[in-house]
C-alpha cells in the first residue's frame, strides 16, 4: 500500500497510473460521520501497486480526472454508483470506460453480489469487515484501516476478468456494457426541492395527518442541530424514535419517557424541546396540518395495477429461466410505464427511455405480448 498526500507522490502515480490499460478505483466518504459527508480517501490500484490518495490534503486531483475520464483506460469499480456521485459532487469528475463488477455479478445471478462474498468465492479473501463504519476522516490513519481500503481495489482487476469470462460465456457481456453505458451517465444531484424533507423518511403511510405535523417538526429541529454539529441526523435521534413519538402523541414528559424507542439519554438531553415540538404540532389547526401523500397510481388505478401483475408474472418467469433476478429483466417502474402505454408492438417500448435494449430483446416480445392477448376481445355468442 503506497500512501499519497503530497504533490510530488501524486504526480509520480499518475505518471504510472495513465499508462496503464485498466486501474481499479474505490473511495470512502465519512457519511456515518458527519452531515456534511465528504471524500476521504480514494483507493487506486493498477500495475501491480495499490495506492491511497489523500484529498483532504488539498492535492489538486485534476489529473485523476483526466484519467479517469479517458476512454483509454479502463475504470473497474465495485457498486459505484455512490463512488461515481461524490467524486462528482467534490471534484465534477465524470467517468469513462467502466466496469463495475457488482453489476457483472447480478447479471450473472449471483446471490450474494458484495464484494466480500466476491472476494471469498473466487479468491478463497475473507475481508475483515470491522472497519465498514469507520470514520475515514481521523488522521492520522491506522495502518490496519488503510490495509482495508487497499483491499477494496487490490483484487477488482483479476475479478473482472473472470467475471467477464463467465458472462461472455453465457452471451451476456453486451448486457453488462450497455450497463456500464448508463453508470457512466451518473450525476451527483441534490435532492428534490420540491418534496418536503420529512417525506423521504420510511414509515410515514400509517400515520395521519397530526402525526405527520409532528414528524414534521421534529424532523426539522434534528436536521438544524445535525448541521449545526456536523454530524448525521441519525446520530442526534433516530428515525424509529421520531416515528414512534409521532404514533404515540405524548402529552407529557411522562408520556415520552414510556416510549421505549426514545433512550434515557436522549429523554434527559431532549425531553423537553421535544415536547416542545410535539404541543407545537397538536395545536395546530386543522387547515394547517401536512396533507397525506398521494397513493402511487398503480394503487389508485385498479386496471392498471391488474395489468402490472400480468407484466410481472411474465417478467418472473423470464428472470427465472435467466436465474437472474426479475428487477434486473424489468423493475417496476418499466412495468408500470409498460402498463400504461400498453404497447401493441415491441417498437413502441422505445417511448419508455428506462428501459435497456437488452431488456427489450429478452422481454420485450412476452410482455407485450402479454398485453396484445388482454386486450383482444372477447367473442360471444348470443343465444
Not at 481495489?153 to 460465456?169: D, G, N, P, S, Y
Not at 414528524?215 to 424509529?240: S, T
Not at 407529557?252 to 415536547?275: C, Q
Request: glycine fraction near 4%; hydrophobic fraction near 45%.
Amino acid at each position: 500500500m503506497i500512501w499519497i498526500d503530497s504533490i510530488p507522490a501524486f504526480d509520480a502515480m499518475i505518471d504510472r497510473l495513465a499508462a496503464q490499460s485498466i486501474i481499479a478505483v474505490d473511495t470512502e466518504a465519512d457519511s456515518l460521520h458527519s452531515y456534511f459527508d465528504k471524500v476521504c480517501l480514494i483507493q487506486i490500484s493498477g500495475d501491480g501497486e495499490d495506492h491511497v490518495v489523500d484529498p483532504l490534503t488539498k492535492i489538486d486531483l485534476k489529473r485523476f480526472g483526466e484519467v479517469l475520464a479517458s476512454p483509454s483506460v479502463t475504470k473497474v469499480l465495485h457498486g459505484g454508483d455512490y463512488d461515481l456521485r461524490i467524486l462528482n459532487r467534490d471534484f465534477g469528475f465524470t467517468v469513462a470506460n467502466l466496469i463495475d463488477t457488482m453489476i457483472c455479478a447480478q447479471l450473472l445471478g449471483y446471490e450474494a453480489f458484495g464484494l466480500a462474498a466476491l472476494l471469498d468465492r473466487h479468491f478463497g479473501l475473507k475481508l475483515n469487515k470491522s472497519h465498514q463504519r469507520a470514520d475515514w476522516s481521523m488522521r492520522p490513519l491506522p495502518p490496519d484501516m488503510l490495509d482495508y481500503a487497499a483491499t477494496d481495489t487490490h483484487h477488482l482487476i483479476a475479478l473482472a476478468e473472470i467475471l467477464r469470462e463467465q458472462l461472455e460465456a453465457l452471451g451476456r457481456w453486451p448486457w453488462a456494457m450497455e450497463e456500464f453505458s448508463r453508470l457512466e451517465c451518473v450525476r451527483f444531484r441534490e435532492a428534490d426541492e420540491e418534496v418536503e424533507a420529512f417525506r423521504r423518511l420510511k414509515g410515514l403511510g400509517s400515520l395521519d395527518r397530526r402525526s405527520l405535523a409532528i414528524v414534521k417538526e421534529l424532523h426539522g429541529w434534528r436536521d438544524g442541530l445535525a448541521r449545526a454539529a456536523d454530524r448525521p441526523p441519525f446520530k442526534i435521534i433516530g428515525n424509529d424514535a421520531i416515528l414512534e413519538i409521532a404514533r404515540e402523541r405524548p402529552e407529557s414528559r411522562d408520556d415520552l419517557a414510556k416510549i421505549k424507542a426514545v433512550s434515557r439519554y436522549h429523554f434527559a438531553r431532549y425531553g423537553s424541546e421535544i415536547m416542545t415540538l410535539v404541543q407545537r404540532a397538536l395545536a395546530l389547526p386543522e387547515d394547517a396540518l401536512p396533507e397525506k401523500s398521494d397513493a402511487r397510481p398503480w394503487m389508485r388505478d385498479k386496471v392498471l395495477e391488474a395489468r402490472i401483475e400480468k407484466l410481472k408474472k411474465v417478467r418472473d418467469r423470464i428472470a427465472g429461466e435467466l436465474k437472474i433476478d426479475g428487477s434486473l429483466v424489468a423493475p417496476r417502474h418499466v412495468l408500470t410505464a409498460i402498463a400504461t402505454i400498453e404497447p401493441a408492438e415491441v417498437a413502441q417500448l422505445d417511448q419508455i427511455p428506462a428501459m435497456r435494449e437488452w431488456q427489450k430483446r429478452v422481454a420485450g416480445e412476452p410482455l407485450v405480448a402479454a398485453l396484445r392477448k388482454q386486450q383482444q376481445p372477447v367473442n360471444r355468442k348470443l343465444f
